[in-house]
Each structure stands twice: as C-alpha cells, then as structure tokens.
C-alpha cells in the first residue's frame, strides 16, 4: 500500500504566510477602492446637484427674458423689473441688486446687447430683443470638501425677442378717422377715382428706419426707395400712439423735413408717387427691399400659409389674389351651423355657390336679395358686383343702410334688426392652419396690414400729425398705371391692350375694430403680443 506524501511543515508554514500577506493586500485595495468610490460618489451627488441648479438657472433666465420682452415697449425700468420678479419667482430666491448681484456683470460686457441696462448690467436689450444673465451663484457640495471643493459656481442666460407673424405690420398709407369709418375707401387716390374726392387724396408717408439716420439728406431718389421699402415690406419697428405707448404722453409724429428723424418720425411726400407705390406692392426688384423678399402682393406668409392658389398675370407676375370673401368661414352667420352676431349680407354665401365657387351672373344666385341683385346686375364688371356686395356686408355691420355701391339703389337696403346698433362677431375669421403661432387666415395675405389714422392734417400736407389708432385694412382695388387698369382681389388684372384709366389709386376695405377675430382690428394690433407680434427664444 502505497503512503501519501504529504508537505513538510515549513512548507506549510509557508503557504500559510503567503495566504496571510495576500489578505492584508487586499484589505488595503479594497480600502482604497472605498476611498475611490466615496470620491466618485461625492462627485455624482454634487454633480447632480450642480446639473439641478443649472436647470434651474436656465428656466428662470428663459421664462425672465421672455417676460421682459413682452415688457420692453415700457421702457427700460419696467423691462428690468420684470425681469427680476420672473428670475426670482422661479429660483425661489431673491438676487441681491449692486455689484453683488444683477450689477455683478463686466461693464462693457462683450457678450451683451447693444444697451446694457443702467441698474442691472446682467440685463441688455437692442431693438426688440431682451438679454438676461443670471448672476454667478454658488452650490454648496456636500461632498466636494473631502477633496478641496467647497462649491461650484453656476449661472445661464437666455435672448428673447419679439417677433411678427404673417401679415400684419403698417403700411405708409395713413388715412383719417372719417375715411376710416366708411369701411370702404382710398389709402392712395389722385384723380377720379370711386373714393369720395374730398376725403381720399392723400400723400404717402416715408417713415425713418429703426435706426435713424441721415441717409435721405435732401435726396428723394433715396427718400423715395424708402417708400418702395416701407410699401412692400412694411414700416420695420413699432411706432407710438398719441398719448399711448411706448412713449407716453402726447407723442406726435413730425413728417416736416428734417434730420436726423426718430424711429416714431416720418416724412410725407408732394403728391402720391404712384411708380414708387407701384413698385412696393407690384413690380419692385428683390434688390429694392431690406429683406430681399420683393414686393408685397408677390410675398408669400410661407410656412403654415393656407391661401387659395395664387394668379399668374399676363407679364408673368405671381400675385396673390384672394378675394376677401374667402375669409368668411363656411356655415358660419344667422341660421347656420355656427350662430354669429353678423348681418345675412356678410354671410358667405352672398358671394359663393354651394361648391365655393364665385357666381358667373349674381342671378343665379337663389340666396341673394332679387332687388339687390337687379341693381347689381346694372354693372358689367363683375368686379364691381362683387365689390358693391362687400361694401353692403360692412354697411350693414356697421348698422349703415346700403344705397348701392357703386351706384345708387332706387330703394335703399334696410339695416337687418340684429345689427340695428352695429353687429358685434367678428366675420373674416377663417382659421385653418393651426400651426405654431396659430395665425387666422386673413394674416397669411399680403393684402392684409395696417393704417395709422389721424384726427387732423396739417395744413400744407407738412408738420406734425397725430396717429390715434391703427385700422386693419385689406388691399381690394389698384389702379397703379402702367398698363394694369383697375384691378380687385379675386380678379384678374386687365389686360394690357386695355388703355389705361387717368385715376391712382390705392383702395381698401377699413375693418371696424369686433369685425376682426383676435383682437386683430384693436387699435394698437400691430404691436400686440400674442396678435401680430410673438414672444420667442432666439437663444
């Protein structure tokens, strides 16, 4: 029988030790690792606070820099306390004011707009955009001792801003309160015209861009490429109300000659410069225009637009021509799906047949009134019956008899009983896009905008003026020479072998204010937030 070897004792001994040793290495690993990992653990624990406050920070610098913006209109002071009370609502907080606080930041600071404000150096603005730095702020680590760091220091800015939507800034064509009050009138008229002579000839106005300068210098060529600036695009930044804001009290508009001229001032012009007009709606250049975009009937509201398809002129121009019936919603007034305080004659089948199509002969048209469609049927241009059957809808509206238009009715149309006092629902108020910013129809058109309104002229057509409200207004009629004749929204243009009218002129339909949808017609709509104007993040 074979005997089992077995160690000697020394060896034994030694294995023992070296189990022994490897133990005590482990040991000190492991303690290590704990340190190790305590470290990392102090890190993820402060981290994560650190990230918390940081999107804390940013939210309130967010929500701080779009209040403000909405408040940047009423000057500077107000702008910044608003800015403040958002900042702090959010982190829960108060920042002190001075240098230990909204004073804290570089003064000039390169990272600043234009104009840092003269109690809070973390808050800028420039033009119609808010800047809002938080103040440095500290986390205390809970674990970050353990290795040296006390605490972290966080902070975040946001830039918010104003910006339009659609179609809906003024035009350089004011008008007058009693003009304004007809519903239908000229913007623009010099010669015969279907404006009443007396009250619709009137200049354009040339207004100063945002940043004034001196750059017209006596030279009207470059006054006048203003004008064709200002009538396609738009005049380019908000513009004050008599005794209204932003400016306060008593603010007039100086359009004497002179330089240079404030954002609110702006020039008129000796007679109605109808190549200049013609070029900012029609026929202009994209070079002509600050934005490159062109002339206005051939810009496109883009993203969101709804419009019926636009109309290709006979020189080959892409115009938009809806007419303003179109923005009656379907099923919409007395009797009908949707109940409207609105007058029958502003019903949308007054002007379209069960298909959504415009009647070739208004007589066949079974829901029109037979003595109005008599009287209607007296015209040859169907433009005319159409324009005659709008300017019934805003007389009524307005609780006006309709005597015919153009033209006299033998008997005149009887105010309807619900609008005896002047209706009060809005009737232009498709809405069919429902993208972001949720626009109305009538903002997608080119021909939708706004006048400034005054209550007095200055004697001499120069001097300072009073603009009281801004009326929406829609383009219907042009009549701007070279070979275009008169030519209304849902038309085509005439023909070029057609000789032209002697008459200018630029006329439109003047809403009164509920005949809009969204406080679209308020007297200071161009600028409202939330209206034409939308509050956004730019960074």
């Given at each position: 029988?074979?005997r089992?070897?077995?160690?000697?004792?020394?060896a034994r001994?030694g294995?023992?030790?070296?189990?022994?040793?490897?133990?005590?290495i482990?040991?000190?690993?492991?303690?290590?690792m704990?340190?190790v990992?305590?470290i990392?653990?102090a890190?993820?624990v402060?981290?994560g606070?650190?990230?918390?406050a940081?999107?804390?920070d940013?939210?309130?610098?967010?929500?701080?820099a779009?209040a403000?913006?909405?408040?940047?209109r009423?000057?500077?002071?107000?702008?910044?306390?608003?800015?403040?009370?958002?900042?702090?609502d959010?982190l829960?907080?108060?920042?002190p004011?001075?240098?230990?606080g909204w004073?804290?930041?570089?003064r000039?600071?390169?990272?600043?707009?234009?104009?840092?404000?003269?109690?809070a150096?973390c808050?800028?603005?420039?033009g119609?955009?808010v800047r809002?730095?938080?103040?440095?702020r500290?986390?205390?680590?809970?674990f970050?001792?353990?290795?040296g760091?006390g605490?972290?220091r966080?902070?975040a800015?946001?830039?918010?801003g104003?910006?339009?939507?659609?179609?809906?800034?003024v035009l350089?064509f004011?008008t007058?309160t009693?003009?304004?009050?007809?519903g239908?009138?000229?913007?623009l008229?010099?010669?015969?015209?279907d404006c009443?002579?007396?009250?619709?000839?009137f200049?354009?106005l040339?207004?100063?861009?945002?940043?004034?300068?001196?750059?017209?210098?006596g030279?009207i060529?470059?006054a006048k490429s203003m004008?064709?600036d200002?009538?396609g695009?738009?005049?380019?930044?908000?513009?004050?109300?008599y005794?209204g804001d932003?400016?306060?009290?008593?603010?007039?508009?100086?359009?004497s000659?002179?330089?240079?001229?404030?954002?609110?001032a702006?020039?008129?012009?000796?007679?109605n410069?109808?190549s200049?007009?013609?070029?900012?709606?029609?026929t202009g250049?994209?070079a002509?225009?600050?934005?490159?975009?062109?002339p206005?009937?051939?810009?496109?509201?883009?993203?969101?637009s709804?419009?019926?398809?636009?109309?290709?002129?006979?020189d080959?121009?892409d115009?938009?021509?809806t007419?303003l019936w179109w923005f009656i919603?379907e099923?919409?007034?007395?009797g009908?799906a949707?109940l409207?305080d609105?007058?029958?004659?502003?019903k949308r089948d007054?002007?379209l047949d069960?298909?959504g199509n415009?009647?070739?002969d208004?007589?066949d048209?079974?829901?029109?009134?037979?003595?109005?469609?008599a009287?209607?049927e007296?015209f040859?241009?169907?433009s005319?019956k159409y324009?005659?059957?709008?300017v019934?809808?805003?007389?009524?509206?307005?609780?006006?008899?309709?005597?015919?238009?153009p033209?006299?009715?033998?008997?005149?149309?009887?105010v309807p009983?619900?609008?005896?006092s002047?209706?009060?629902a809005p009737v232009?108020?498709?809405?069919s896009?429902?993208?972001?910013p949720?626009l109305?129809?009538i903002q997608?058109?080119?021909r939708?905008?706004?006048?400034?309104?005054?209550?007095?002229?200055?004697?001499g057509?120069?001097g300072?003026?009073?603009?009281?409200?801004?009326?929406?207004i829609?383009?219907?009629?042009?009549?701007?020479?070279?070979a275009?004749?008169?030519?209304?929204a849902?038309?085509?243009p005439?023909?070029p072998?057609?000789?032209?009218?002697?008459?200018t002129?630029v006329?439109a339909?003047f809403?009164?204010?509920?005949?809009l949808?969204?406080g679209?017609?308020?007297?200071e709509?161009?600028s409202?937030?939330?209206?034409?104007?939308?509050?956004?993040?730019?960074?």
């Open positions: 029988m074979r089992r070897s077995t160690p000697a004792r020394g001994h294995v023992a030790r070296r189990l022994r040793d490897d133990a005590g482990t040991l000190i690993l492991v303690a290590l704990l340190v990992l305590i990392f653990a890190f993820a402060d981290m606070g650190v990230y918390a940081r999107r804390q940013q939210t309130a610098a967010d929500v701080s779009l403000a913006a909405q408040d940047l009423n000057g500077e002071a107000a702008m910044v306390a608003t800015a403040k009370t958002y900042a702090h959010t829960g907080t108060t920042i004011d001075g240098a230990d004073n804290s930041c570089p000039p600071d390169p990272a600043a707009l234009a104009s840092q404000t003269a109690s150096s808050i800028s603005y420039e119609s955009e809002v730095r938080l103040p440095d500290f986390y205390p680590t809970a970050g001792g353990v290795v760091l605490d972290y966080h902070s800015f946001a830039i918010a104003l910006e339009g939507a659609g179609f809906g800034g350089p004011f007058t009693g003009v304004a009050a007809n239908y009138d000229c913007l008229a010099d010669g015969p015209s009443d002579p007396a009250t619709g000839s200049f354009p040339r207004f100063s861009y945002h940043t004034p300068t001196c750059e017209v210098g030279n060529n470059e004008l064709v200002n009538a695009a738009g005049v380019d930044h908000d513009l004050s109300l005794n932003p400016h306060g009290s008593n603010v007039v508009v100086d359009i000659p002179g330089c240079p001229l404030a954002p609110n702006t020039e008129n012009f000796t007679g410069q109808p200049e007009v013609r070029d900012g709606l029609l250049s994209s002509q225009f600050r934005d490159g975009d062109g206005r009937l051939q810009r496109d509201a883009g993203v969101g709804v419009l019926p398809p636009r109309i290709t002129t006979y080959g121009r115009l938009d021509n007419p919603p099923n919409y007034g007395p009908e949707q409207a609105i007058p029958p004659s502003c007054q002007f069960d298909s415009r009647y070739t208004l007589t048209n079974g829901d029109l009134d037979p003595g109005v469609a009287h209607l007296g040859d241009e169907q005319d324009l005659g059957l709008l019934r809808c805003f007389d009524h509206y307005s609780g006006r008899t309709w005597d015919g238009f033209g006299e009715l033998e008997e005149e149309d009887p009983p619900e609008c005896a002047g209706c009060t232009f108020a498709r809405n896009s429902g993208d972001e949720d109305y129809d997608y058109s080119p939708f905008g706004y006048s400034p309104v005054t209550d007095v002229i200055p004697s057509g120069s300072q003026i009073r603009f009281i409200e801004f009326r929406a829609y383009i219907n009629r042009l009549n701007l020479g070279n275009r004749s008169v030519w209304d849902g038309f085509s005439t023909d072998d057609v000789p032209n009218t002697p008459q002129s006329e339909f809403f009164p204010e509920t005949m949808p969204g679209l017609g308020g007297p709509a161009p409202e937030i939330g209206v034409n104007r939308f509050v956004t993040l730019v960074r």
